[in-house]
């Protein structure tokens, strides 16, 4: 059997009633026979039959022991950060999400819980980066917004050899393409909100780690702490999953054809997708993932915010948004939006320019969605005077 098909066939058919979709479990709480005996559910926030359904497939997905499911990705990866105390370190990727930038400096820094962000496409400046007060390496590959490949297999080894946590954020490539457990890595996060639910309608993270024990940790934060996934919003993220092998399929094939486009556009400076083979982390990405994703990223030779908030103003089907890998394409300025909370330098250090366009490439005809942004391209010509020729 396929793994799509046993995906599909691992969600349950509802013994009572024999309903082929998950029913939601819209209770706060359940009945118990006797103070302790109960059904195996005794009040919703620790445990609902919706939510258990979805944290299970989600650990299949991942091929790993325990799912978790939280209200948000920053919920789940506040979650993991509670596995830390007092004079611990992370080692994380420095072109980094700007909601867990904020998480990591203006949250848990307070608690003398230090950061040190490297280049993670360089394994040599990771392993240069532990200390042996280190003990979780955080990673996203490919990044947000600039698309490096980082090795999982080979930094996985660096943490295991270091004794410490090993995180890999899988937002932008989904289970689908890349299952970081398998390389090595301890525990992945998803902001579950993108790819996952892939229709823009819900907010969701997961956590799946490597070991039951793990798990156990991490449920305990979720039980403790409270940010727990609705029955609603679980039985919609299920839905989602259902399609998640074929939508992936047409956003990478949708992605590849906008990359090759942009890279010969007059207009553009440099592109970011790890599906061309000019890209630094190609290679690398070609052995450890069945595909190079939605999302392409690119520069424009006017490298000024003006001229970006000219071109992301000026589309009609790539929508200006914040999120991504929802059905509908869309785009956004990140050094406006989604990395302001990082300081301009530090943001410009790591490659998120002020010309930097985010694409989150949909499921729309390929051809539409290149007619959309020549049409922008022309747009930002005329606004910025550029004399450059299409």
């Not at 059904?39 to 919703?44: F, V």
């Not at 992945?188 to 823009?200: D, E, I, N, P």
């Amino acid at each position: 059997m396929s793994t799509i098909t046993q995906l599909i066939h691992s969600i349950p058919v509802d013994p009572q009633t024999g309903a082929i979709a998950v029913p939601i479990y819209q209770t706060s709480t359940f009945v118990q026979e006797a103070p302790g005996v109960n059904k195996g559910y005794d009040y919703a926030r620790t445990n609902n039959p919706t939510r258990e359904t979805l944290e299970k497939i989600a650990a299949q997905l991942e091929a790993g022991a325990t799912g978790i499911a939280f209200s948000s990705g920053l919920a789940a990866i506040d979650a993991i950060l509670k596995l830390l105390q007092y004079g611990d370190e992370i080692v994380a990727v420095d072109d980094i999400y700007g909601g867990a930038f904020r998480l990591f400096n203006k949250v848990y820094a307070k608690f003398g819980i230090k950061v040190t962000y490297v280049d993670t496409s360089d394994v040599q400046a990771v392993f240069n980066a532990i200390t042996p007060a280190t003990k979780l390496i955080w990673l996203e590959t490919p990044t947000n917004p600039t698309l490096k490949i980082s090795d999982i297999k080979a930094i996985a080894k660096i943490a295991a050899a270091s004794k410490c946590l090993f995180c890999v954020d899988n937002t932008f490539a989904s289970p689908v393409l890349q299952q970081p457990l398998e390389l090595g890595a301890d525990i992945v996060v998803h902001s579950a909100t993108k790819y996952l639910g892939g229709h823009s309608d819900l907010i969701a993270g997961l956590v799946v780690t490597k070991t039951a024990e793990l798990g156990a940790e991490i449920k305990f934060y979720q039980n403790a702490c409270g940010a727990i996934l609705s029955p609603f919003d679980s039985f919609l993220l299920i839905r989602g999953i259902e399609t998640l092998h074929l939508r992936i399929r047409q956003h990478c094939a949708n992605a590849q054809a906008i990359a090759e486009y942009l890279e010969q556009h007059p207009l553009v400076d440099k592109v970011f997708y790890p599906g061309l083979t000019n890209h630094p982390g190609h290679e690398i990405a070609k052995q450890q993932s069945k595909g190079f994703g939605g999302i392409v990223s690119f520069t424009l030779k006017d490298d000024t915010e003006a001229a970006a908030l000219a071109f992301v103003t000026g589309t009609q089907y790539f929508k200006l948004a914040e999120s991504l890998g929802g059905v509908k394409s869309l785009l956004c300025h990140p050094a406006s939006m989604t990395h302001k909370s990082i300081p301009d330098e530090k943001r410009r250090a790591v490659g998120v320019a002020d010309s930097l366009v985010r694409l989150s490439v949909g499921l729309e005809e390929p051809a539409d969605l290149l007619t959309d942004l020549d049409l922008a391209f022309h747009k930002i010509q005329r606004s910025t005077g550029s004399v450059l020729s299409l």
